[in-house]
């Protein structure tokens, strides 16, 4: 079992920046990927970025140059920073993990919203 819990979601004026965090716990070894996800109510969830065990990241075309994905292993933490924030990034932001069984866990999200 692998628990997710993010945090760093809120409020902001377009142009802005905020950095996202997931904090894992359970079985932190079976973890494979990382990945950032958001969704806008009534739209698919969509992969924003994600990062592997050797440190191996990936991003949408949408916010490729302005969000990066990072993560800290001492504190079992992966970072969405998001800089030069649009209205159009509000959204829920999800926090999901892959394992080596083939099961993906979720976070239970952290709303951002852009003004413009």
């Known amino acids: 079992q692998v628990r997710l819990v993010e945090s760093g979601g809120g409020l902001l004026q377009s142009g802005g920046s905020l950095r996202l965090s997931c904090a894992a716990s359970?079985?932190?070894?079976?973890?494979?990927?990382v990945g950032w996800h958001r969704q806008v109510s009534g739209k698919r969830r969509e992969l924003v970025a994600s990062i592997t065990r050797d440190d191996s990241t990936n991003s949408a075309d949408s916010v490729k140059g302005r969000f990066s994905i990072s993560r800290d292993t001492a504190k079992n933490t992966v970072y969405l920073q998001m800089n030069s924030l649009k209205a159009e990034d509000s959204a829920v932001y999800y926090c999901?993990?892959?394992?080596?069984?083939?099961?993906?866990?979720w976070g239970q999200g952290t709303q951002v919203t852009v003004s413009s």
């Open positions: 359970g079985n932190i070894a079976s973890i494979i990927t």
């Open positions: 999901s993990a892959d394992t080596r069984n083939l099961r993906r866990y």
